[in-house]
């Protein structure tokens, strides 16, 4: 049992310095000898547990994955109203992935072209369709106007929080994405969002920026 906990503690190393590694300096640039260093492991200990680079990418992919769908599960399992739902997860996303580099990791190897192995489906496939869920809910809830067309709201939503953490990961510090997070929210609720509700919401988006964000 000590052995196989020591062994799943080595995994976790050498996946956390990967990503960091990824997140820094990119996935093509990162070579298995830079991990190896970076995780403070020997060469036999990485390769016990991943036998490419492309593994350890795969990895990730997956924990990212994980994480989103717990995420996703948790804030529907909570009773908030779709439209809280969805924005309270973008929050927790862009909150968590300044502390967690597998998720900063995640999203670079999604945006450079690393496709995950099946039957994991690609982190933006799996956003869309988490995202027009909840935009279907919220249209239910009167959150949404009805005619509005879902695909194209929950297609520009993806766009705009990963364009906004891919923009931002150049141009300023990662704890700056509860911000950028809160200002999309903000234009979004103005299309979105009957008058008659908007207030709720805007003020819920200042809030969500405000504190840590529970699910």
Do not use: N
């Not at 300096?25 to 200990?45: F, P």
């Not at 016990?48 to 593994?55: I, N, S």
């Not at 999203?107 to 869309?128: K, V």
């Not at 929950?154 to 929080?161: T, W, Y």
């Amino acid at each position: 049992m000590a052995r196989q906990v020591r062994a799943e503690q080595t995994r976790a190393t050498i996946i956390t310095a990967a990503a960091e590694l990824f997140d820094r300096q990119g996935y093509e640039s990162t070579s298995l000898s830079d991990i190896v260093e970076h995780a403070r492991v020997t060469k036999g200990a990485l390769y016990f547990h991943f036998a490419a680079k492309e593994d350890l990418a795969h990895a990730i992919l997956e924990l990212q994955s994980a994480t989103s769908r717990r995420l996703a599960r948790d804030t529907e399992l909570r009773g908030h109203t779709s439209l809280e739902a969805l924005m309270r997860l973008t929050f927790c996303i862009a909150r968590m992935s300044a502390e967690d580099p597998v998720l900063r990791a995640g999203l670079r190897l999604a945006t450079g072209g690393t496709r995950p192995r099946p039957p994991l489906s690609h982190p933006f496939t799996e956003w869309l369709d988490i995202v027009t869920a909840r935009l279907l809910g919220a249209v239910k809830e009167a959150d949404v106007h009805p005619d509005v067309d879902i695909d194209v709201v929950a297609h520009s939503l993806v766009c705009f929080f990963v364009g906004t953490r891919v923009v931002g990961r150049s141009r300023e510090s990662v704890a700056r994405q509860p911000r950028r997070t809160a200002e999309m929210w903000q234009l979004l609720i103005r299309g979105l969002v009957p008058v008659t509700r908007r207030a709720r919401y805007l003020s819920l988006a200042a809030r969500l920026e405000r504190e840590i964000v529970p699910v």
